[in-house]
């Protein structure tokens, strides 16, 4: 079991949503130290004035160019000294059917983005905070570090026009394994999590009618997740030293429809 207590966890994409309610939930609930990689400066400042400068530090990072990523983690090593966890939450939707309303196939250009971003920049971040982690010393379980990469349900039952976010959250399930047997030489767990629909501020500002059909999807309790209860998931994936190598659904039993 890894304790969080001044541990340092680097979020990709970790100025909103989600990530944003984990980094507030690890430093408010568990005393953990987080840094914060994304895109939006002032969502990323502002979040560091609010968790207070000595818990937190936010670098503009884009996850799909590797020298940001290793200027952020070399930032992070030069505030805290160290990385312990690697969250994943950084992603894009960007929807669009195979074939456009006159049959003709849509730009590849658009599936290669969402793969560059979702996947290979996921799997860049990853693979850079274990290089940091392999230099920790091993806690008494043997223990250097934990990476946990964001899933969807769209990995399984992705929807019409979700060919290229779908491919994305597969491949992100299908690194649980081998790098989970790759990196316990090193002490390092891997897994996923894959969540449903969870009350962000995005989505609370959808329109009503859209917010209610979405949550007609959902099984069972019928209702959006809370942040935190995914945020205490992500805790529950560092803290439980037997999980490893596996996805966590993350959905009140959701099946999301076709469309």
């Known amino acids: 079991m890894m304790d969080l207590e001044n541990k340092v966890v680097v979020i990709s994409g970790g100025a909103s949503g989600l990530g944003l309610a984990t980094a507030r939930y690890l430093v408010k609930t568990k ?29 503009a990072t884009d996850v799909t160019e590797e020298l940001d990523v290793d200027a952020a983690l070399n930032a992070t090593m030069k505030k805290f000294g160290a990385i312990h966890v690697d969250i994943n939450a950084a992603g894009i939707v960007a929807p669009k059917k195979i074939l456009d309303s006159n049959g003709v196939a849509s730009s590849i250009s658009n599936f290669k983005n969402v793969i560059n971003v979702n996947l290979v920049g996921l799997y860049t971040v990853m693979a850079k905070c274990a290089e940091k982690m392999a230099l920790n010393e091993p806690d008494q379980a043997g223990e250097r570090g934990v990476i946990i990469n964001v899933s969807s349900g769209a990995a399984w039952e992705g929807q019409i026009g979700q060919c290229a976010y779908g491919a ?45 059909a979405l949550i007609d999807m959902c099984e069972a309790p019928k209702r959006m997740g809370n942040v935190d209860e995914f945020a205490s998931a992500c805790a529950f994936l560092v803290e439980n030293g037997y999980m490893n190598g596996r996805y966590l659904r993350l959905d009140a039993a959701t099946v999301m429809q076709s469309k």
């Open 31 to 59: 005393k953990a130290k987080v840094a914060l990689f994304d895109m939006n400066r002032e969502a990323g400042m502002a979040a560091v004035e609010e968790l207070g400068d000595e818990n937190a530090i936010f670098i």
């Open 168 to 212: 994305s959250k597969s491949g992100v399930n299908g690194i649980n394994i081998p790098a989970a047997r790759e990196l316990v030489a090193i002490g390092v767990r891997v897994n996923s999590i894959a969540p449903g629909l969870f009350a962000t501020p995005m989505v609370d500002a959808l329109d009503p009618k859209v917010k209610n």
